[in-house]
C-alpha cells in the first residue's frame, strides 16, 4: 500500500466518522468516543504529512500537552 493510498483510507474514515458525530449532536447523544479516534486518526495524518528535521521536531513538540496546538 502506498502512502498517497493509507491517507485516503484514513481521510475516508475521518469523513465517516464526521458524518456519525453530525448525527450524534443532532439526536443530543454523547460522541466522545468519537471525537477520540478523530483526533487519533488526525494525528496519523499529520504524522504522514511532516517531512524533515523541522517536521520531525514539532511532530515531537504536538505530542507534549502544552504544544498540542502547534
Known amino acids: 500500500m502506498t ?3 493509507y491517507l485516503k483510507i484514513i481521510e475516508r474514515e475521518i469523513h465517516n466518522i464526521n458524518k456519525r458525530i453530525d448525527v450524534k449532536i443532532l439526536q443530543g447523544e454523547d460522541y466522545s468516543k468519537e471525537a ?3 483526533k487519533q ?4 495524518i499529520r504524522q504522514h ?3 524533515g528535521f523541522l517536521g520531525n521536531f514539532l511532530n515531537l513538540l504536538n505530542r507534549l500537552p ?3 496546538n502547534i
Open 3 to 5: 502512502r498517497e493510498q
Open 36 to 38: 477520540r479516534e478523530h
Open 41 to 44: 486518526l488526525l494525528h496519523k
Open 49 to 51: 504529512k511532516r517531512r
Open 66 to 68: 502544552q504544544f498540542s
